[in-house]
């Protein structure tokens, strides 16, 4: 990677910027929430388009001069209104965190309960966990896969729905192997008059080519990231219809229909000034997921998550679920004296990087847990098929088995991985 002006001005960080550089195309990046965003995105996102303040929206700026800045972020809005089938869209959320309290501001006033996923079954932070603000300004009523089965029982569920009777389900994950029905979520949604909210931001891209059922029809918003599968620029977007099917209900003395609350809860509620330069590169982005080629990326991201699950069953391997229908698979180890924290370390010594991760129905500690999450969107971005997934269920196989003594072998599977990634080409390196 070539920063001529960063290396004379600053010849300590572009080292070490160098060093991640070669840390990442010689590893195996298997972070279920990790890909490679494109040169043209990275370009957009480190162009001169950081220097320009523009708070507010296209033709409604507190600022002058932000001409082109309105058209490059309407250019970005209706990319992301044609890729998603949305009404509506808002591509100013710095991230999705900050994107996901927008919603909460837009729909809910505190105190009110809400149905989410807990961290340790899969769920994310901002969906109601305990030490998170969606914990501590809302009540969380959890559900979450079977501990037996890894999947959601839907009638237990809407048992759990009915009673609690919230205002507000997230359906969404971040450790979750298997197709969301958004249909069964909808439909317990409209009994019950909460809103439906989908979190995408590990699924975008499947729901782009077609593999995974596409909640932009049934829900009132959805929120993503741009990075992860969309292989875009580190930042938030959110979806949603104009019109509030519960605005009569639950915003009586409101004039503003949803998409405007939507609007209103990022700017002013939230944020100041957008990230202009972050929303250029989610135009970048959202162009290139766009092309037809994007839907082949995201059908062989599923093609090689199976491929993967299965040569590790085949070896012997539990996975929480079963084995997936997504991006990602969770080792589980709940019946091994090693933790997952110690599986992840050592995956990390050979050149296999991963995550450590709760399993449904975990008996260790969050600190420790008894999984590994593996996604397979990186090692798709770089071309990589069923035939190197089978090598790389060889490679986790060998780690595993060699734990104790994984010092002695780790640098032997590192060599070999390092020699397959030599022969793929990571997006953004060429």
């Known amino acids: 990677m070539r920063y001529p002006h960063l290396q004379k001005a600053d010849p300590a960080v572009y080292n070490l910027i160098q060093k991640q550089a070669g840390y990442e195309t010689s590893t195996l990046k298997m972070i ?209 219809k104009i019109e509030d099917r519960y605005q009569s209900k639950y915003f009586s003395d409101s004039k503003l229909n949803l998409a405007k609350r939507v609007d209103r809860a990022v700017f002013p509620g939230l944020q100041g000034g957008p990230h202009i330069n972050a929303i250029a590169a989610m135009a970048v982005a959202f162009g290139e997921a766009l092309k037809p080629e994007f839907k082949e990326y995201g059908k062989q991201i599923v093609k090689n998550a199976r491929a993967l699950a299965d040569g590790l069953l085949k070896r012997g391997y539990h996975l929480a679920g079963g084995g997936t229908d997504t991006h990602l698979l969770i080792l589980d180890f709940r019946n091994e004296e090693f933790t997952g924290k110690d599986a992840a370390a050592a995956l990390a010594k050979s050149g296999i990087i991963a995550n450590f991760n709760m399993v449904p129905g975990d008996p260790r500690s969050p600190f420790v847990t008894s999984g590994v999450r593996l996604g397979t969107a990186a090692l798709t971005s770089m071309g990589m098929k069923e035939a190197e997934m089978e090598r790389v269920a060889a490679w986790i196989d060998r780690v595993c088995q060699n734990i104790a003594r994984i010092d002695n072998e780790a640098p032997k599977i590192r060599t070999e991985i390092a020699e397959l990634c030599a022969a793929f080409q990571a997006p953004g390196y060429e």
Request: overall charge negative.
């Open 32 to 240: 279920a929430s990790e890909s490679f965003a494109s040169f043209a995105v990275t370009e957009a996102f480190g162009s001169n388009l950081t220097n320009k303040y523009s708070e507010g929206y296209p033709g409604a700026r507190y600022y002058e001069g932000n001409e082109y800045v309105d058209e490059i972020e309407n250019l970005a809005i209706d990319r992301a209104k044609q890729l998603f089938g949305a009404e509506h869209a808002n591509v100013q959320p710095y991230s999705g965190s900050p994107a996901n309290q927008a919603v909460y501001r837009a729909i809910l006033k505190n105190g009110d309960k809400i149905m989410g996923m807990p961290v340790p079954s899969g769920g994310h932070l901002t969906h109601g966990w305990k030490v998170n603000f969606s914990g501590m300004d809302y009540v969380q009523i959890p559900y979450g896969p079977d501990p037996e089965t890894g999947k959601f029982d839907m009638d237990q569920i809407r048992d759990t729905a009915k009673k609690e009777r919230p205002k507000m389900i997230w359906v969404g994950a971040t450790a979750y192997p298997h197709i969301i029905e958004y249909k069964d979520f909808a439909e317990i949604a409209t009994e019950i008059d909460a809103y439906l909210v989908a979190d995408i931001s590990h699924i975008n891209s499947l729901i782009i080519a077609g593999v995974h059922p596409d909640p932009v029809p049934l829900c009132d918003i959805v929120s993503s990231t741009s990075h992860k599968m969309l292989r875009g620029p580190r930042a938030g977007f959110l979806l949603s």
